[in-house]
């Protein structure tokens, strides 16, 4: 069964950083692409990152571009997402994704993990 599991998620003051994780089982982890999307309180879920875990090709969405990078351990199947000079506005449930490299770029998945709660407060 593939398996996605985000994790990392915290409260943290705005400037700060946290780091997560999407940790992946049950596909061959380099043909595929990871995405990392945020969804907050009556807003519509926005991809915020994703990276072919194939050729490393990678992309961020304008909210988050310069302040979040999206780095990959084929060793361990797992996807990080560092995210650094946090604002309250970054404050949403964080999931990661999975798909080929053309659907995660239109936001189309076919595996969804359980979210983190990201909490950036003023």
């Known amino acids: 069964d593939v398996q996605l599991q985000a994790s990392g998620g915290g409260l943290v003051q705005a400037g700060g950083s946290l780091r997560l994780s999407c940790a992946t089982s049950?596909?061959?982890?380099?043909?595929?692409?990871i995405g990392w999307f945020r969804q907050a309180p009556g807003k519509e879920r926005e991809r915020i990152s994703c990276?072919?875990?194939?050729?490393?090709?990678?992309k961020y969405g304008d909210s988050v571009k310069g302040r979040f990078t999206i780095s990959t351990d084929s060793r361990k199947n797992t996807v990080y997402l560092q995210m650094n000079s946090l604002k309250p506005e970054d404050t949403a449930v964080y999931y990661c994704?999975?798909?080929?490299?053309?659907?995660?770029?239109?936001?189309?998945?076919?595996?969804w993990g359980k979210g983190t709660q990201v909490t950036v407060s003023s």
């Open positions: 994704a999975q798909g080929n490299w053309g659907k995660i770029n239109r936001s189309m998945v076919d595996y």
């Open positions: 049950g596909f061959t982890f380099d043909d595929y692409a």
């Open positions: 990276i072919n875990s194939y050729d490393r090709s990678i």
